[in-house]
């Protein structure tokens, strides 16, 4: 009796890497609630527009950088892949062939754009560089014609594009306006989803430096980076208060705290296990949990506020 062989559907969900269209999720809510706090507005049917149009854009990233990964010889070297880091196996096993995973990547990017055209159209056409950059930043992180990881600009690039960039566009949509506001309630989840790159890149450091993949892990040492990560968790938590005190968030927004005990368990794993590619998975699985448990408060918060 032999296993039943995967459809194609189940492959391509996989290679999506879907579990992680949360980082899309927590922004384009973020925004949402910001506009609805501050404005009154939402329109649900242009919620579910934008954030579709957020979730093509990263599966087109989490596709094109598999694709690249492949093509610099990343994925081939890399002996330490986990459930959070060294992208998916099946351009390395033969079960999708590259040209098939470029194409889908840009399937993905075009859908992406034409969902931003139309939201330009009935809304605002300030929504149209939103979503080039997005998809540049998208595109450009790991492409050899720039590789802003290899600039060691890759997590600036990756807090910008799933943070304050997200969050400004979903309030835009939302409100038809632009303001300073969602940049500034975008700052905690651009950490975090930071810290969610950072943390994955601990066990890919060996195969992205022989690749010439050289993000700040592979340019500090998983030491020093341990260091860096702590302080960015506590950074995170610290600019929830400071934006609570400028009036940025309301009260209630407070509770995105709450997750501070998971965060810590997080810190003391990665300064501890640092260099234990199978210690370290706990932490990765509690990164992406404080990710998602505070950008979903923060709006919770938010949305408490708009309808007292």
Same mark, same amino acid.
């Not at 999506?16 to 973020?30: D, K, N």
């Not at 840009?106 to 009935?122: N, P, Q, S, T």
């Not at 934006?243 to 997080?266: H, T």
């Given at each position: 009796?032999?296993?039943?062989?995967?459809?194609?559907?189940?492959?391509?969900?996989?290679?999506?890497?879907?579990?992680?269209?949360?980082?899309?999720?927590?922004?384009?809510?973020?925004?949402?609630?910001?506009?609805?706090?501050?404005?009154?507005?939402?329109?649900?049917?242009?919620?579910?527009?934008?954030?579709?149009?957020?979730?093509?854009?990263?599966?087109?990233? /989490?596709?094109? /950088?598999?694709?690249?990964?492949?093509?610099?010889?990343?994925?081939?070297? /890399?002996?330490?892949?986990?459930?959070?880091?060294?992208?998916?196996?099946?351009?390395?096993?033969?079960?999708?062939?590259?040209?098939?995973?470029?194409?889908?990547?840009?399937?993905?990017?075009?859908?992406?754009?034409?969902?931003?055209?139309?939201?330009?159209?009935?809304?605002?056409?300030?929504?149209?560089?939103?979503?080039?950059?997005?998809?540049?930043?998208?595109?450009?992180?790991?492409?050899?014609?720039?590789?802003?990881?290899?600039?060691?600009?890759?997590? $600036?690039?990756?807090?910008?594009? $799933?943070?304050?960039?997200?969050?400004?566009?979903?309030?835009?949509?939302?409100?038809?306006?632009?303001?300073?506001?969602?940049?500034?309630?975008?700052?905690?989840?651009?950490?975090?989803?930071?810290?969610?790159?950072?943390?994955?890149?601990?066990?890919?450091?060996?195969?992205?430096?022989?690749?010439?993949?050289?993000?700040?892990?592979?340019?500090?040492?998983?030491?020093?980076?341990?260091?860096?990560?702590?302080?960015?968790?506590?950074?995170?938590?610290?600019?929830?208060?400071?934006?609570?005190?400028?009036?940025?968030?309301?009260?209630?927004?407070?509770?995105?705290?709450?997750?501070?005990?998971?965060?810590?368990?997080?810190?003391?794993?990665?300064?501890?296990?640092?260099?234990?590619?199978?210690?370290?998975?706990?932490?990765?699985?509690?990164?992406?949990?404080?990710?998602?448990?505070?950008?979903?408060?923060?709006?919770?918060?938010?949305?408490?506020?708009?309808?007292?």
């Amino acid at each position: 009796m032999t296993d039943e062989k995967p459809s194609k559907l189940k492959i391509w969900l996989l290679e999506l890497r879907a579990p992680f269209f949360t980082a899309s999720l927590v922004p384009t809510l973020l925004g949402a609630a910001i506009a609805w706090e501050s404005a009154g507005a939402f329109h649900p049917l242009l919620f579910v527009l934008t954030l579709i149009g957020v979730v093509f854009a990263h599966a087109g990233t /989490n596709v094109i /950088n598999d694709y690249f990964d492949y093509k610099n010889g990343t994925d081939l070297t /890399n002996k330490n892949r986990t459930p959070f880091n060294g992208g998916t196996p099946f351009l390395v096993t033969g079960v999708l062939a590259p040209k098939e995973v470029y194409r889908g990547a840009i399937a993905f990017f075009v859908a992406c754009a034409a969902i931003g055209l139309y939201l330009a159209y009935a809304v605002s056409y300030w929504i149209i560089p939103l979503v080039v950059v997005g998809i540049g930043l998208g595109y450009f992180y790991t492409s050899p014609k720039l590789n802003l990881a290899a600039m060691g600009v890759g997590e $600036f690039a990756v807090g910008l594009g $799933f943070g304050p960039l997200v969050v400004e566009g979903a309030y835009l949509v939302q409100t038809g306006e632009l303001s300073v506001v969602p940049l500034l309630a975008g700052l905690p989840v651009a950490f975090l989803i930071g810290l969610v790159l950072f943390i994955n890149q601990f066990p890919d450091r060996e195969a992205d430096s022989g690749a010439g993949k050289n993000h700040w892990v592979v340019r500090m040492g998983l030491q020093k980076a341990s260091f860096w990560y702590a302080g960015l968790m506590v950074t995170t938590f610290a600019t929830v208060v400071a934006l609570w005190a400028i009036g940025v968030y309301p009260v209630w927004s407070l509770a995105a705290l709450v997750p501070v005990a998971i965060a810590y368990k997080a810190v003391r794993i990665v300064l501890d296990k640092y260099g234990s590619v199978r210690e370290l998975v706990p932490a990765q699985a509690m990164t992406v949990q404080v990710h998602l448990t505070v950008g979903l408060l923060i709006s919770a918060g938010l949305i408490v506020a708009g309808l007292l």
